[in-house]
C-alpha cells in the first residue's frame, strides 16, 4: 500500500498533531519512536518543498528583469 503525499497544509497539520500528542498523551516509548521519525520525515519534506519554492520564485522574479 503507497501513502499519498500530503500536501504542506496537510504535513504542517500532521506535525501539530503529533506535537499535541507527544505533549499531552504521553505515547508508550514505541509510539514516541514512531511519531518522532514521522515528525522527523514531514518537516524534511517540508524544509525541501520551500527550498524548491523559493528556487522557482527566485528564477521566476530574476525573468522579469
Known sequence: MSKKKLTYKESLDRIETIVDII??????IDDLSSLVKE???LIKDCK???KN???TL?????NLE
Not at 23 to 28: A, L, S
Not at 58 to 62: F, G, K, N, P, Y
Open 39 to 41: 515528525a522527523t520525515q
Open 23 to 28: 505533549e499531552n498523551q504521553q505515547p508508550d
Open 58 to 62: 527566485t528564477s521566476s522574479l530574476e
Open 53 to 55: 519554492t523559493e528556487e
Open 48 to 50: 525541501l518543498r520551500l
